[in-house]
């Protein structure tokens, strides 16, 4: 809703925006006033699960500093045994941008479920994404998970399919449970830290109750997701295709035509040629670019095609130069008489071949009457 329509009261944007961070600080509390309750916050989520992990990573200036906030995990034991128990062995490693001003990024470990949706595992809130802070977070997931070696494991990354298993056979070569999982939470991110983390806790809270009472009420021990794919009945493999007692049937012969393969369909006239890079010069009137007359072009002069060049009185004088004549290279009027000759010489010898141009197109030069 526009205020100044409503109210008819000019506010400019700046004064708009520090209004409105005013009264998000009074509802939601100051920066510094989530950040100091985190302390508060995870030791309550240890209490309420002993056997979760839950991280944080601060920095000090030097040693009688207070701690600053660098990264913390998240790592519900519930997610971790839901994971292990009824999902697939892929994980899906993802990151996305925190909506506040003060920056950074949350990484997640999302996997699939027997039904082929997105399965949470872990998150993390770290600085920026750099080498270190992945380090940091793969180090506490494996160790959660107690992945070691990876063997039996299909591991996606934001960038290509890192490490391919030899036991899982999966048809997910592409990072999308991950982006599901940061669509999901959105509106989650745009929030500070404490209210953050307990919008995404919630969710998932609200998610794996809302699984946990569908797949009560399912009558097959088959997923439906997986159930719908397996009455599309695909054809199997060609190894295990029926042998038949017919005779092999070869490809017909092959009709080479004349002249070259064309690649391009040949159009009518009606059709829209105007995709092509080159133009149609179809009802175009072609001219000479010498003296710009019709009926030839450049390369069929008439005067071309009988001979290279024109027997004047003085002599055999060759077709004009179309360039910049030499200047005369002598003092006073002497080098400027000699271009005047030339030039006079050149004109003289174009009016020779338009002359003769016209003459051979059939008209007299002197009467203007066909001959």
Same mark, same amino acid.
């Given at each position: 809703?526009?205020?100044?329509?409503?109210?008819?009261?000019?506010?400019?944007?700046?004064?708009?925006?520090?209004?409105?961070?005013?009264?998000?600080?009074?509802?939601?509390?100051?920066?510094?006033?989530?950040?100091?309750?985190?302390?508060?916050?995870?030791?309550?989520?240890?209490?309420?699960?002993?056997?979760?992990?839950?991280?944080?990573?601060?920095?000090?200036?030097?040693?009688?500093?207070?701690?600053?906030?660098?990264?913390?995990?998240?790592?519900?034991?519930?997610?971790? =045994?839901?994971?292990?128990?009824?999902?697939?062995?892929?994980?899906?490693?993802?990151?996305?941008?925190?909506?506040?001003?003060?920056?950074?990024?949350?990484?997640?470990?999302?996997?699939?479920?027997?039904?082929?949706?997105?399965?949470?595992?872990?998150?993390?809130?770290?600085?920026? *994404?750099?080498?270190?802070?992945?380090?940091?977070?793969?180090?506490?997931?494996?160790?959660?998970?107690?992945?070691?070696?990876?063997?039996?494991?299909?591991?996606?990354?934001?960038?290509?399919?890192?490490?391919?298993?030899?036991?899982?056979?999966?048809?997910?070569?592409?990072?999308?449970?991950?982006?599901?999982?940061?669509?999901? #939470?959105?509106?989650?991110?745009?929030?500070?830290?404490?209210?953050?983390?307990?919008?995404?806790?919630?969710?998932?809270?609200?998610?794996?109750?809302?699984?946990?009472?569908?797949?009560?009420?399912?009558?097959?021990?088959?997923?439906?997701?997986?159930?719908?794919?397996?009455?599309? =009945?695909?054809?199997?493999? =060609?190894?295990?295709?029926?042998?038949?007692?017919?005779?092999?049937?070869?490809?017909?012969?092959?009709?080479?035509?004349?002249?070259?393969?064309? =690649?391009?369909?040949?159009?009518?006239?009606?059709?829209?040629?105007?995709?092509?890079?080159?133009?149609?010069?179809?009802?175009?009137? #072609?001219?000479?670019?010498?003296?710009?007359?019709?009926?030839?072009?450049?390369?069929?002069?008439?005067?071309?095609?009988?001979?290279?060049?024109?027997?004047?009185? *003085?002599?055999?004088?060759?077709?004009?130069?179309?360039?910049?004549?030499?200047?005369?290279?002598?003092?006073?009027?002497?080098?400027?008489?000699?271009?005047?000759?030339?030039?006079?010489?050149?004109?003289?010898?174009?009016?020779?071949?338009?002359?003769?141009?016209?003459?051979?197109?059939?008209?007299?030069?002197?009467?203007?009457?066909?001959?």
């Amino acid at each position: 809703m526009d205020f100044q329509s409503k109210f008819y009261i000019p506010i400019a944007r700046a004064k708009w925006y520090r209004v409105r961070s005013y009264a998000l600080e009074k509802l939601r509390g100051s920066v510094e006033d989530h950040y100091a309750l985190l302390g508060p916050y995870l030791a309550e989520l240890r209490k309420k699960n002993p056997t979760s992990l839950f991280n944080i990573v601060c920095d000090r200036e030097f040693t009688s500093a207070p701690p600053v906030f660098k990264r913390l995990y998240i790592g519900f034991d519930a997610l971790k =045994k839901g994971f292990l128990h009824g999902c697939w062995p892929i994980v899906g490693f993802d990151d996305c941008f925190l909506k506040t001003f003060l920056g950074g990024q949350l990484l997640s470990t999302v996997g699939i479920d027997g039904n082929n949706q997105m399965f949470p595992i872990a998150w993390a809130v770290v600085e920026g *994404e750099n080498y270190v802070s992945w380090r940091w977070f793969l180090g506490q997931f494996f160790n959660n998970l107690e992945i070691s070696q990876g063997y039996g494991w299909t591991f996606i990354s934001d960038q290509q399919k890192a490490h391919v298993s030899t036991v899982c056979k999966s048809d997910n070569v592409t990072n999308n449970i991950s982006e599901t999982f940061n669509a999901y #939470i959105l509106k989650a991110r745009s929030k500070l830290i404490v209210d953050m983390l307990e919008e995404i806790r919630r969710m998932l809270m609200q998610r794996m109750h809302m699984k946990r009472e569908m797949v009560s009420k399912w009558s097959s021990d088959i997923c439906p997701n997986i159930r719908r794919k397996l009455e599309k =009945k695909p054809l199997t493999g =060609k190894d295990t295709w029926p042998t038949v007692d017919t005779p092999h049937v070869l490809p017909p012969h092959v009709k080479k035509m004349p002249g070259r393969l064309k =690649k391009v369909r040949r159009r009518e006239v009606h059709e829209d040629d105007s995709h092509t890079s080159r133009y149609s010069k179809h009802g175009s009137i #072609i001219k000479c670019q010498i003296y710009f007359l019709e009926g030839h072009n450049r390369r069929s002069y008439p005067l071309r095609t009988q001979g290279a060049s024109t027997h004047v009185e *003085e002599g055999q004088i060759s077709q004009p130069n179309r360039g910049r004549g030499r200047r005369g290279s002598g003092r006073g009027g002497r080098g400027r008489g000699r271009g005047e000759e030339i030039q006079s010489s050149t004109i003289h010898v174009e009016a020779m071949h338009r002359e003769r141009a016209m003459t051979l197109q059939g008209f007299s030069v002197f009467t203007g009457e066909e001959t």
